[in-house]
């Protein structure tokens, strides 16, 4: 399946996919394996002109932590608009980039921007009813919390609640991890609460 493919797909059925639902689409073993091929996403994520584009705001050290498809441009706008970009990010220091990707185009150009700067005039050019692709990027001198309690976890929690950051899987994509960030959770599908414990035989023959 090719990225126009993947995204034609989801645009197609936009009506009935929550806008949580196509955060972290690029994970292999996240929520949006259900409706498309992750792979597709993570190769962009991981493509050179995206990891080019982040080593001019963020240097040689970039680790990716999320990414999240919009249908439609004029929705990421409204998030801009809101405030929410860097609201939910648990990183400290708080620094890191978004790589923007206009993927409704045939040759789809790396836009990064410094989270600081990012703002709605930041898309302006683009077409407000195409799709877009949003990678966030922390610098390997940040430290992702993955504690639940974090501020930007528990605010995530109250307003995106099939959103859960603190397990999601990291990638170094370029460089070295000089944060001691926790590269192992997140990389494999998660175990459903009701599969640990003894067998129903062993509890007494419960069916």
Same mark, same amino acid.
């Given at each position: 399946?090719?990225?126009?493919?993947?995204? !034609?797909?989801?645009?197609?059925?936009?009506?009935?996919?929550?806008?949580?639902?196509?955060?972290?689409?690029?994970?292999?073993?996240?929520?949006?394996?259900?409706?498309?091929?992750?792979?597709?996403?993570?190769?962009?994520?991981?493509?050179?002109?995206?990891?080019?584009?982040? #080593?001019?705001?963020?240097?040689?050290?970039?680790?990716? +932590?999320?990414?999240?498809?919009?249908?439609?441009?004029?929705?990421?706008?409204?998030?801009?608009?809101?405030?929410?970009?860097?609201? $939910? +990010?648990?990183?400290?220091?708080?620094?890191?980039?978004?790589?923007?990707?206009?993927?409704?185009?045939?040759?789809?150009?790396?836009? !990064?921007?410094?989270?600081? =700067?990012?703002?709605?005039?930041?898309?302006?050019?683009?077409?407000?009813?195409?799709?877009? $692709?949003?990678?966030?990027?922390?610098?390997?001198?940040?430290?992702?919390?993955?504690?639940?309690?974090?501020?930007?976890?528990?605010?995530?929690?109250? =307003?995106?609640?099939?959103?859960? $950051?603190?397990? #999601?899987?990291? +990638?170094?994509?370029?460089?070295?991890?000089?944060?001691?960030?926790?590269?192992?959770?997140?990389?494999?599908?998660?175990?459903?609460? +009701?599969?640990?414990?003894?067998?129903?035989?062993?509890?007494?023959?419960?069916?």
């Amino acid at each position: 399946m090719s990225v126009s493919e993947a995204v !034609a797909g989801i645009v197609a059925r936009k009506a009935t996919v929550r806008q949580e639902r196509l955060s972290g689409i690029h994970n292999p073993w996240g929520q949006a394996i259900g409706f498309t091929d992750a792979w597709v996403f993570l190769g962009l994520c991981e493509s050179q002109g995206v990891v080019d584009a982040a #080593r001019d705001i963020l240097g040689p050290d970039i680790i990716l +932590w999320d990414s999240e498809l919009f249908t439609e441009m004029r929705s990421y706008t409204e998030f801009l608009r809101e405030g929410r970009e860097g609201r $939910y +990010w648990p990183v400290r220091p708080l620094a890191g980039a978004v790589v923007l990707l206009p993927v409704g185009q045939a040759d789809p150009q790396p836009m !990064a921007i410094g989270l600081n =700067e990012i703002g709605q005039n930041v898309l302006e050019m683009l077409d407000p009813s195409a799709p877009i $692709y949003v990678i966030r990027l922390i610098p390997g001198t940040s430290h992702f919390d993955r504690d639940p309690q974090h501020p930007a976890h528990r605010l995530c929690m109250e =307003e995106q609640v099939l959103i859960n $950051y603190a397990s #999601r899987p990291l +990638w170094l994509l370029s460089g070295v991890d000089r944060a001691k960030n926790d590269l192992v959770t997140g990389f494999a599908a998660a175990v459903p609460t +009701w599969a640990s414990g003894a067998l129903p035989t062993q509890r007494g023959g419960e069916i």
